[in-house]
């Protein structure tokens, strides 16, 4: 088995995205993220073996106490840490390329295996010739293209392409409530729901005086269910086309934004095999393999109110929040209960980990090996790095709680991070 490199650029589909499409307007303050550059402290091993590169080193006191709960894995960074990053004129996989003299001998010489099929992982350090070509991977994650092939294949969608005057037309009179979704939009941003007719002709207009000036039409518009529940399905499609299904993972999202994953109970499980979920997806992954992709895919489904099953809503061909909480999972040897979920915390000064970690386990909250209940810390920087000079810093924290209510979860963060002028959101 070859030595993998892994690393992550989150957001990737702002890089794929389009400047020739039409775009829907945004309703969310978003200053330039640096978020994204961090979040590589979560990633785990695929296999055994697997070295994982990120950015900045994460804070010591986190990787220690990861190591005593059975996270321990080889891991290199570009950066020592938050200042030698911004001396080094904050390198990122967002940017072309990452300064080669950064990436150790051992880290390049590894086989990459990127979160993502960014740009960068065909212009680097990296050889990519194990990667399916760059365009590919753009088509494949297209949400036109979900929708396309699911019409082809006879899979249930409810999603109809816009891409002409005429669609404009008649999503002018569509029925409401509706979802429009951009190509390569992501949780939180490039979505809308539509209930009320004047907003809808406040939308159509926004996006008419774009085509005027030359844009193409480029939209998803789906009804708007009435859903129980989010869930994926995490696949690979090896080099040879050998398609081996994972895992499914319950996503729990809070206005179309993510904010969680838990394990799918054994009830869920068997509603989704009843109706022959995994061989209504073969075809697709095979035709995303006969298209040119090969590599990670996370299938976005749902189930309705009224039990029907929707197989595919999205297609992400890359890794994805519930494959790496699966993993999570997996290495922690954690049981069923256990739940991955993002916070957002506001903070003024850095957090400092190994306070927080203290205070936690002061509170008996930390989970320790062997434990039933408690709460696992993933990442650190998102909580270390000034976001652009705005007046209060806002950091993602990503968690995993065990054995506790979601509103004993909720007691133990406020409390912990009040203990440092921090507040959870």
Same mark, same amino acid.
């Given at each position: 088995?070859?030595?993998?490199?892994?690393? /992550?650029?989150?957001?990737?589909?702002?890089?794929?995205? %389009? /400047?020739?499409?039409?775009? #829907?307007?945004?309703?969310?303050?978003?200053?330039?993220?640096?978020?994204?550059?961090?979040?590589?402290?979560?990633?785990?091993?695929?296999?055994? *073996?697997?070295?994982?590169?990120?950015? =900045?080193?994460?804070?010591?006191?986190? %990787?220690? +106490?990861?190591?005593?709960?059975?996270?321990?894995? +080889?891991?290199?960074? #570009?950066?020592?840490?938050?200042?030698? !990053?911004?001396?080094?004129?904050?390198?990122? !996989?967002?940017?072309?390329?990452?300064?080669?003299?950064?990436?150790?001998?051992?880290?390049?010489?590894?086989?990459?295996?990127?979160?993502?099929? =960014?740009?960068?992982?065909?212009?680097?350090?990296?050889?990519?010739?194990?990667?399916?070509?760059?365009?590919?991977?753009?088509?494949?994650?297209?949400?036109?293209?979900?929708?396309?092939?699911?019409?082809?294949?006879?899979?249930?969608? +409810?999603?109809?392409?816009?891409? $002409? %005057?005429?669609?404009? /037309?008649?999503?002018?009179?569509?029925?409401?409530?509706?979802?429009?979704?951009?190509?390569?939009? =992501? $949780?939180?941003?490039?979505?809308?729901?539509?209930?009320?007719?004047?907003?809808?002709?406040?939308?159509?207009?926004?996006?008419?005086?774009?085509?005027?000036? *030359?844009?193409?039409?480029?939209? &998803?518009?789906?009804?708007?269910?009435?859903?129980?529940?989010?869930?994926?399905?995490?696949?690979?499609?090896?080099?040879?086309?050998? =398609?081996?299904?994972? $895992?499914?993972?319950?996503?729990?999202?809070?206005?179309?934004?993510?904010?969680?994953?838990?394990?799918?109970?054994?009830?869920?499980?068997?509603? @989704?095999?009843?109706?022959?979920?995994?061989?209504? #997806?073969?075809?697709?992954?095979?035709?995303?393999?006969?298209?040119?992709?090969?590599? /990670?895919?996370?299938?976005?489904?749902?189930?309705?109110?009224?039990?029907?099953?929707?197989?595919?809503?999205?297609?992400?061909?890359?890794?994805?929040?519930?494959?790496?909480?699966?993993?999570?999972?997996?290495?922690?040897?954690?049981?069923?209960?256990?739940?991955?979920?993002?916070? &957002?915390?506001?903070?003024?000064?850095? @957090?400092?980990?190994?306070?927080? #970690?203290? &205070?936690?386990?002061?509170?008996?909250?930390?989970?320790?090996?062997?434990?039933?209940?408690?709460?696992?810390?993933?990442?650190?920087?998102?909580?270390?790095?000034?976001?652009?000079?705005?007046?209060?810093?806002?950091?993602?924290?990503?968690?995993?709680?065990?054995?506790?209510?979601?509103?004993?979860?909720?007691?133990?963060?406020?409390?912990?991070?009040?203990?440092?002028?921090?507040?959870?959101?």
């Amino acid at each position: 088995m070859s030595v993998r490199t892994l690393w /992550a650029c989150f957001n990737a589909e702002s890089l794929w995205k %389009s /400047a020739c499409f039409t775009s #829907l307007p945004s309703f969310t303050h978003e200053a330039q993220d640096r978020q994204h550059h961090f979040l590589d402290e979560i990633l785990v091993p695929q296999q055994p *073996g697997d070295r994982i590169l990120t950015l =900045v080193k994460p804070d010591s006191s986190l %990787s220690s +106490y990861h190591q005593s709960i059975g996270a321990g894995f +080889y891991r290199e960074s #570009l950066c020592e840490d938050l200042q030698s !990053w911004e001396e080094n004129g904050a390198p990122n !996989w967002r940017s072309l390329p990452v300064p080669c003299g950064l990436i150790s001998e051992t880290m390049s010489q590894g086989k990459q295996s990127p979160f993502a099929n =960014v740009p960068s992982a065909y212009q680097g350090v990296f050889s990519s010739d194990h990667l399916p070509d760059y365009q590919d991977v753009v088509k494949v994650n297209d949400k036109r293209y979900a929708v396309d092939c699911c019409h082809r294949l006879g899979i249930k969608s +409810y999603g109809t392409n816009l891409q $002409s %005057s005429s669609c404009l /037309a008649a999503l002018e009179t569509h029925s409401l409530p509706l979802i429009l979704k951009e190509p390569f939009g =992501v $949780s939180g941003k490039g979505s809308l729901v539509i209930k009320h007719p004047a907003i809808l002709a406040r939308i159509c207009d926004h996006l008419k005086k774009q085509m005027q000036h *030359g844009k193409q039409l480029a939209l &998803t518009v789906e009804p708007f269910l009435e859903k129980a529940l989010d869930f994926s399905s995490q696949w690979k499609i090896s080099e040879d086309g050998t =398609v081996t299904f994972i $895992s499914y993972s319950e996503i729990l999202n809070e206005h179309l934004k993510f904010s969680g994953v838990r394990q799918p109970s054994s009830a869920l499980i068997e509603r @989704i095999e009843s109706v022959g979920y995994r061989a209504q #997806l073969e075809p697709l992954l095979a035709t995303m393999f006969k298209d040119g992709y090969w590599g /990670a895919v996370c299938i976005d489904s749902m189930l309705l109110q009224d039990g029907t099953v929707v197989p595919v809503v999205e297609i992400n061909a890359r890794e994805s929040m519930g494959s790496l909480a699966h993993r999570w999972f997996e290495c922690l040897e954690l049981p069923s209960e256990a739940l991955f979920q993002q916070y &957002t915390i506001k903070y003024d000064a850095p @957090i400092d980990m190994g306070a927080l #970690l203290n &205070t936690l386990n002061e509170m008996n909250a930390l989970y320790n090996k062997g434990m039933k209940s408690g709460v696992i810390p993933l990442n650190s920087l998102c909580l270390q790095a000034p976001d652009n000079g705005e007046p209060n810093n806002m950091g993602r924290c990503y968690m995993i709680s065990l054995g506790l209510s979601a509103a004993a979860v909720s007691e133990v963060l406020t409390e912990a991070f009040q203990s440092q002028g921090a507040m959870v959101q």
